[in-house]
DNA sequence: CTTTCTTGAGACATTAATGTCTCACATGGG
DNA sequence: CCCATGTGAGACATTAATGTCTCAAGAAAG
């Protein structure tokens, strides 16, 4: 056996492989293909064998991202209970990957005319609707567009993710910078 | 006449190629010297002479973002009324150097172990004196980081200015989106 | 043990951006 | 008119990363 098109050991490493270029990329967004291979303990020859080029490094990460993303989506339950606290399940889960969505969220500005990965599409359309879903049950204000929460929520999980990584804030309050900035601002105040 | 170390007619080109070179990298922040120098309507040639190199170029425009945003912190009068309200005018004053800032901002993420440039960290003073200032007159809440809030904005200016380039967000809610957002979050919550 | 397959190491060509230099040209001042 | 100077165009070397290839060694499976 073993003579099939795709060998048998590689995919067990990709998964590895992927996840440590995500860690040293999230550090160093500028690293080298040499360096992403040795920080996961293999040779660049065998990079390449993973990944045709950086190109498809960067895919490959684009993907894992937004499969991440997702499994945090649909394990926050978006669509139960107050919208508000929704988006607090949301972050939590999404914490973890904050340094690889900083990572592609920067990429992406690069990507100027090229078309983007359309998970990202369905990704912004399922978080804007949640954002939505906040506005219609009167939870969150409507001056403040379902797109632009989304795009805040990138920006402050990236600005969040850096800020922990420089040292500015303790990794414990993350989580709940975020929300509480970003739920103080959506939230409709009580009009006392 | 002239034949001073530095050239007379250069000098007033200085500014426009500089801010052509900021127009142009806000959009593409990877753009050529070259792509530099044609949007500046100079050549390749030419913009060497102003600038040593892209090092020195990314620097000098470094200096123009911490110009540009010092003297919108003056002119947003950060010490006095409300603090809110400075942070209001603030966000206003430095709305057309959105575009540089975000491009400045993600580029100084790349500069890992390298020491930044001072001016940074001097406006990062200011800013975050700023919300200090709210904080201790009761009109910020406290749980929220001077810093992390001075991250915060940084950060939503990014995403902001991004959101206005992909037109996911109209160019005259700009300042409206980012002030409601960061307020809001900010600005501690009557308790009715 | 033998075969098969992956891997690491290194050599090599390619590409793209950069930095440097020269030279002809135009312009403006004297 | 003549000189000085900034400029554009282009040639050229350099650098760094990338992509491709070969080959020997090592491990696993038979």
Same mark, same amino acid.
């Given at each position: ?15 590895? @492989?992927?996840?440590? /270029? ?8 500028? /690293? ?6 040795? #920080?996961?303990?293999?040779?660049? #020859?065998?990079?390449? %064998?993973?990944?045709?080029? %950086? *190109? ?14 997702? #499994? ?6 978006? *669509? ?12 939590? !889960?999404? +914490? ?10 920067? +990429? ?30 009167? !939870? ?10 989304? !795009? ?5 999980? /990236? ?5 922990? /990584? +420089?040292? %500015? @804030? ?19 105040? !009580?009009?006392?």
């Amino acid at each position: 056996m073993s003579h099939m098109g795709y060998p048998r050991l590689m995919a067990v490493d990709r998964d590895h @492989v992927l996840r440590s /270029a995500a860690a040293l990329l999230t550090r160093k967004s500028t /690293a080298t293909m040499d360096e992403v291979a040795r #920080a996961a303990g293999i040779s660049r #020859a065998t990079l390449h %064998r993973h990944f045709a080029g %950086r *190109d498809a490094l960067v895919r490959a990460l684009e993907s894992l991202g937004i499969a991440e993303c997702e #499994a945090a989506l649909a394990a926050a339950r978006p *669509d139960e209970g107050p919208a508000s606290e929704a988006v607090r399940r949301l972050v939590h !889960e999404i +914490e973890p990957a904050a340094g690889l969505l900083a990572f592609l969220y920067t +990429e992406n500005q690069l990507f100027e005319g090229e078309e983007q990965n359309e998970g990202w599409a369905r990704l912004d359309a399922r978080i804007g609707a949640l954002f939505r879903r906040g506005q219609a049950s009167g !939870e969150f204000r409507i001056d403040l567009t379902p797109a632009w929460l989304t !795009e805040a929520l990138y920006g402050l999980m /990236a600005s969040g993710a850096w800020a922990v /990584a +420089e040292g %500015r @804030v303790a990794r414990k309050d993350f989580t709940h910078m975020i929300v509480e900035l970003l739920l103080g601002g959506a939230l409709r105040r !009580e009009e006392s």
